[in-house]
């Protein structure tokens, strides 16, 4: 799971621990409050609510830096792609994701190995908030990667290293 996707995939691995063998959360927290700018835009203003979430979800480095596919904006492309959304559904997702608060909870009820993806330069879901939260997964299941000049929006910042990291956690042998 990604962001407020990681709260789903928590959500299914404590409540049918039987049905899921690993997770790998990327770019995740203890909570995920959202910005009242942002929550506000979303309802209100679409492209500006894209604006806000491809300028805070990229790190420093890919706000000028190479795509890592050549040609290619990340910022423009995770615009683009907010701005698509059907209407009211930006919005409908961040109330869900700043109400839900029982992630230290299912985190605890986890059992499977759990990878915690974290980009340095998140200023979404800060390293400190996806550190509070690794700790509340049992020790023995839990590592925590973070990658470094990364933002929120890992999987195009970094694509490589989180393909290796999502391979990894498919491919490894259980205990």
């Not at 990604?2 to 909570?31: D, Q, W, Y």
């Not at 795509?67 to 907010?82: E, I, Q």
């Not at 992630?103 to 996806?130: F, N, Q, W, Y």
């Amino acid at each position: 799971g990604h962001s407020m996707g990681t709260f789903i995939a928590l959500e299914a691995a404590a409540r049918h621990p039987e049905r899921v063998a690993s997770l790998t959360l990327l770019a995740t927290a203890e909570g995920m409050p959202v910005h009242p700018e942002l929550l506000s835009s979303a309802a209100d203003d679409l492209p500006k609510a894209a604006a806000l979430m491809a300028s805070w979800g990229h790190g420093p480095a890919a706000q000028t830096g190479p795509n890592p596919t050549p040609g290619l904006s990340m910022v423009g492309g995770a615009r683009a792609l907010v701005e698509a959304s059907p209407a009211g559904a930006l919005a409908d997702d961040f109330a869900a994701c700043a109400a839900y608060q029982r992630a230290p909870e299912a985190a605890a009820e986890v059992t499977c190995p759990v990878r915690v993806v974290i980009g340095r330069t998140d200023k979404m879901t800060p390293l400190r908030s996806a550190t509070a939260l690794a700790q509340h997964l049992p020790d023995e299941h839990r590592s925590l990667i973070v990658l470094p000049e990364v933002g929120h929006m890992l999987m195009t910042e970094d694509p490589a290293t989180v393909r290796r990291i999502l391979r990894d956690a498919v491919t490894a042998t259980p205990d």
